[in-house]
Structure formats: C-alpha cells, structure tokens
DNA sequence: TCTGGGGTCCTTTATCGG
DNA sequence: TCTGCCGATAAAGGACCC
C-alpha cells in the first residue's frame, strides 16, 4: 500500500496496540519452562473456569480464549493450566504503558494488554507513522521481552482491526483513504461492536463480510440492526468513525461477583455471600476513598439468564454491613420475581463519589 | 457438571413534579 | 379539579468488550 509523504493530513493518525497472549506471555517469563507447552491462564479445568488466555502452542489445539477450562482439557490433555495472577499483569502492564508513553505520550488504555496511540501528535505522514510504531515495538520488547502487534490508521476501529491483522508480534498501516478497502474482506464478527446477536441477525440477512454490511442499502440496514447501532456500524463498516481518544480514567462503579461450584437455593447461604463480597467491595471503597450512592445485586439463573435489581441512596456510603443489607435485600425482591436455583451472585455500586477529593485539592 | 469476572454504554419503561 | 404533556431521574435489561 502506498504510504508516501501524504501532504499535510487533516484526518487523525491513530495507533492501536495489543500485547500478544499477555496473561500467558507474563507466566512464560516468570517460568521459562512453559515456553515450549501449551498453557492456559484460567479458571479450575474440573470445576466452571474459563480459559482468560492461551499461549500460541495452546492455541494450536484449537484452545481460545473463553472457552471452558474443561473444553480445553479435552482438546488437549497435557496443556499447563495456571491461575491468573492479576496484580503480576498490573506491574507488567504499567512498565509497558511508561515505555510506550516514551515514544508516544499522549495514550489511552483500553485494558491492561491494549490501547490506543495518538500517532498524529508525532507524526506527520503514515511513513513516520510505520517508523514509529516500530520504534514502540522495538522499546516494548526491550524494556519487557513482551511483544506486540500494532495497527496504525486514521481512526479507531480500523486501528484496531489492522492490529489483530498480523498477530502475533505484527504491523499493519492503513493509509488514508484505504480504509474501506482493507476493512471489505473481513468477517462481519471482526467489527468492533458486532457481537453474537448483532452477527446472527446480518448472517441471516446474507450479510457475511465487513464490506457487505457497508454496501447494504438503507432499508435492508433498518430491517436487519434497528436503531441507532446500525448506523453506527455500518459507519464503521465504511472505516468512518469520528471518536478521538478518551482520556479520562475515573471508574464509573465497581462490583463483585462470583461463580458457585454449584447452583445455590438455600437463602441463607445466598445472603452470606452477598456479605462477604459487600465486605470485599466497601474495603476496596474505603482503600480509594470513594463512596457509592447506588448498590445493585445480580442473580445469575440455572438457565444463564440475569436479573438486576438496584436501590439508590441521598448520599454515598462506603460501609459493608449496609451495602451487604441492602444487597441482601434487594436480591430477596428479584428472587420474590422470579424464584429458582442460582449459579452466580454479585453486588456493585456505581454513583461513585470521591470524598477525598477536596482534600487532596 | 458446557459457558468467569470485571467493566461500559445504550435503550426502554416507570415514576414523579410542575 | 382533572387531564395531558414534558423533562429529569431511577430502574432494569441487553449487548458488547477484554
């Protein structure tokens, strides 16, 4: 693709970036001798554990991320399971983020394993763009031993498809007006917003690639994804998408949540969970010095289904018993609704306020 | 004994005061 | 006094992402 001294450009040049098998490429590091197994960072293989990540040698057996633990056994009876280690990936990560803060300051993370560049603040043409990015591969590796693959491009959503283009390790520039062409052949499910129901409903309507969902004519759009989404995709389809980099960090809530072994009925033990996790929860408040105005309970059913239910305060609290009670409350009113054995239980809140923050001013 | 845990954003519906 | 409308906010659900 021709990439030359593109005059001056009054579109964005937007890198994305994404580290290769991240959770499983750290416990390598950590332990050399996984390097040549097959491995997966996740849940309990005997029990409901997914798989978080897998390593590329695991990958060979057709083992992905999301998959059951116990799925993944079966494909393959010798691969390595490891539990995710979080607050390792955290220190990996932040020394990541410095490095490629370095080349490129001005970041938005998007997770602990990718995020997106604001190339156009340093470079002028897509040639200083590609030098660039390969200049943030070459810092990553060195400063991490982890690698990369990076897209570059003038939005978005087509940095981040040309990012999952060449993995692992990859490069991959969409100059300024190739993006409709290069986004065209690819899958519909590889578009950023197009999920499980989004991707049922397009297939059913003929519609299996990127560019078809471009090309598809107003009232075929309508019919198919209602509403304000289709549009949007279909922009997106096209390589249009206006969104510049968000950089503000606040949590807007925060929430816990857990899978039984197996499905609970018993109400009391019900309650007891909700208490501990609401302990959990109103520690990892007073810790951040935030309080939260709206505590919600979720229910998650034998049948996979969901219920919420949420209750809003004047004022913020950060107090466990209280977040317990009314979680315990609240998951009384939805089992009242709609009773029945449940598999997952979790308490959030959001309205988060930070009550230090006059002080810290 | 398929199917985690932590989030965000959007849409619809209910409710309430003026 | 009754009714309708409007806007704001809360509640609930759904889809999606890493």
């Excluded at 087509?158 to 991959?172: E, F, M, N, Q």
């Excluded at 206006?242 to 949540?257: A, F």
Aim: hydrophobic fraction near 40%; aromatic fraction near 4%; charge should be positive.
């Amino acid at each position: 693709m021709p990439e030359g001294p593109a005059s001056t450009l009054s579109s964005m040049i937007i890198a994305h970036l994404d580290l290769d098998a991240f959770f499983a490429a750290v416990e390598e590091l950590e332990d050399p001798t996984l390097r040549t197994k097959p491995l997966v960072v996740g849940g309990d293989p005997h029990g409901r554990g997914v798989v978080a990540t897998a390593n590329y040698e695991a990958r060979k057996f057709g083992i992905h991320s999301a998959m059951s633990c116990a799925e993944a056994l079966r494909r393959c009876r010798h691969v390595v399971f490891v539990r995710p280690r979080h607050s390792l990936y955290r220190e990996y990560s932040q020394h990541v983020w410095e490095t490629v803060r370095g080349v490129v300051p001005t970041v938005e993370r998007t997770g602990l394993d990718e995020g997106y560049l604001d190339v156009g603040e340093v470079a002028a043409t897509f040639l200083q763009a590609r030098k660039l990015a390969e200049a943030v591969q070459t810092s990553v590796r060195a400063a991490t031993s982890l690698t990369c693959a990076i897209g570059v491009s003038t939005s978005k959503v087509v940095a981040k498809i040309a990012s999952d283009h060449r993995k692992p390790g990859g490069l991959t520039v969409v100059p300024e007006g190739h993006e409709a062409s290069f986004l065209s052949p690819f899958d519909i499910r590889r578009l950023p917003g197009v999920g499980p129901k989004a991707e049922q409903r397009l297939v059913a309507g003929g519609v299996e690639t990127i560019g078809s969902l471009a090309a598809l004519p107003e009232g075929e759009l309508r019919r198919l994804l209602p509403g304000s989404v289709g549009r949007m995709l279909q922009e997106r389809a096209r390589g249009i998408d206006p969104r510049g980099l968000d950089l503000q960090t606040q949590r807007i809530s925060i929430s816990v949540e857990n899978t039984f072994e197996r499905d609970l009925t018993d109400r009391a033990q019900l309650h007891a969970e909700l208490r501990r996790m609401a302990e959990r929860l109103s520690q990892h408040l007073r810790d951040t010095g935030r309080t939260g105005r709206t505590v919600s309970t979720k229910l998650r059913y034998t049948d996979f289904s969901i219920r919420t239910r949420s209750t809003s305060l004047r004022v913020g609290i950060d107090d466990g018993e209280q977040i317990g009670e009314l979680a315990c409350g609240l998951l009384d009113r939805a089992l009242t609704d709609r009773p029945g054995a449940l598999r997952l239980v979790g308490v959030g809140v959001s309205g988060l306020a930070s009550h230090r923050q006059l002080a810290l001013v």
